[in-house]
């Protein structure tokens, strides 16, 4: 047991704490390169990325915008189309979540160019192009993390008792009364896990972002990019740690919370 356990921590040590180091030290240094020490040792990179930097205040405000935007119209999808893809699978159905795998897979810049490809010309009827705003990276965040959402939630629809359906339909009730009194309490914290999930991977996301971002719609995930391309690298390392430190408390206030939560609902816990 003790030399399995070692071995874990040495695992987690050097996946997180030691890159993790890497990047505070980087951030603590008046100068990206210099060895980290009393006398080289400032806060001035925090204090702009904080206080002196709006372009970042505004990216991080986006990027929370974005991720909220994109777990709550994902997991409000995710429940119906968890229904049918347990009990009512049809060819249109599994058609829609291989595409949902497929989105997964595919690399973020493809899912951006595609996006660019498909939203760059005016849609038709409105006439309104969503090329160069915030839309169309909710678009993309949306078709590349739709599976997230799924996967959970159609965990939940197979741990339930599909008789209480057949048993609902018998009664006269249907699909939206029987999905909204009976399947939705019970499949609720599996949806809201899924959704946690999206909101987390898409707060400082970059992959799918990085193409799709103008002057007026910047996330977070693109600032750091931005920032290290032209030699900011101790500021873009202080706003990577001020991202993790949000993610981090955002987790500990859910985990604070759990006893008020249904079980289930957080996905690290278990």
């Not at 050097?14 to 390169?33: D, E, K, N, Q």
């Not at 741990?159 to 499949?187: C, H, N, S």
Request: charged content about 10%.
């Amino acid at each position: 047991r003790t030399p399995a356990a070692i071995a874990c921590w040495a695992g987690i040590a050097v996946m997180l704490f030691i890159p993790l180091s890497a990047l505070l030290t980087a951030a603590l240094v008046r100068a990206y390169g210099l060895p980290l020490s009393w006398e080289t040792l400032t806060l001035r990179h925090f204090d702009n990325a904080l206080f002196n930097h709006a372009a970042i205040r505004r990216a991080f405000l986006t990027s929370l915008s974005l991720a909220t935007m994109t777990a709550t119209v994902l997991m409000v999808v995710a429940i119906p189309l968890g229904y049918f893809l347990t009990w009512r699978r049809s060819l249109a159905v599994r058609l829609l979540s291989l595409a949902a795998e497929l989105s997964y897979a595919l690399p973020g810049a493809v899912i951006a160019i595609a996006a660019i490809l498909f939203f760059l010309k005016p849609l038709p009827v409105i006439g309104v192009s969503l090329y160069g705003t915030i839309w169309i990276i909710l678009a993309a965040y949306l078709a590349n993390r739709l599976l997230l959402a799924l996967r959970p939630t159609v965990s939940g629809f197979l741990q339930i008792d599909r008789a209480l359906d057949e048993a609902a339909r018998v009664a006269g009730a249907g699909f939206v009364r029987t999905l909204k009194d009976i399947l939705l309490p019970m499949v609720a914290p599996c949806a809201a896990a899924g959704a946690i999930l999206v909101f987390l991977t898409a707060l400082a996301e970059i992959q799918v972002s990085i193409l799709l971002v103008s002057s007026g719609a910047r996330t977070i995930g693109s600032i750091v990019y931005f920032l290290e391309e032209s030699a900011s690298s101790s500021l873009a390392s202080a706003v990577g740690v001020l991202i993790v430190v949000a993610v981090f408390l955002l987790m500990l206030a859910a985990s604070m919370l759990r006893r008020r939560l249904p079980r289930g609902v957080l996905p690290w816990e278990p």
